[in-house]
């Protein structure tokens, strides 16, 4: 992810979250934070989607994953996900880590068809309507091969 790419993640992040990440937050994210990696995913030159992670000591934390409307049901959140760890795995992370609303079915479905396990609640967590966060864990492969299924046109 560039700042260039800022003004279509602010489409994406509004159209996915009820709490979405202000634009100076990502901007912070990507100049101040060099604990912070991001990917875009590209379809014909456009970004339809993107994800984050927090890389600190051996752990990955995942701040976001969001898929334009439009896009989704084509399994492209499960090709961040996977892309992310792939990623983390490369830069030496063993474990990942992120939270995910109590009432956010789907993508609990997917964390959990890529390894992650519950291992505990955040209450209140979401400042919204005060919905319980599930941290969720998994431990990374040393080497995950990536899913290769059209990953090469949408890096």
């Not at 966060?133 to 998994?138: L, Y």
Request: charged share 25%; proline share 3%.
């Amino acid at each position: 992810m560039k700042l260039a790419d800022l003004p279509d993640v602010m489409v994406i992040e509004h159209e996915s979250f009820s709490l979405p990440w202000s634009e100076e937050a990502f901007h912070n994210e990507l100049t101040h934070n060099h604990f912070a990696r991001y990917q875009i995913m590209e379809m014909g030159g456009k970004p339809i989607g993107y994800a984050g992670m927090w890389t600190i000591l051996d752990e990955a934390h995942i701040t976001n994953i969001a898929v334009r409307s439009a896009y989704r049901g084509r399994h492209l959140g499960e090709q961040l996900l996977s892309r992310m760890m792939d990623w983390a795995a490369e830069l030496g992370m063993v474990r990942m880590t992120l939270e995910v609303r109590v009432s956010n079915t789907v993508a609990r479905a997917l964390y959990e068809k890529m390894g992650f396990a519950p291992a505990g609640v955040r209450k209140g967590y979401y400042s919204d309507n005060h919905e319980d966060a599930i941290i969720m864990w998994c431990e990374l492969p040393g080497s995950q091969s990536e899913t290769g299924e059209g990953s090469e046109s949408l890096w």
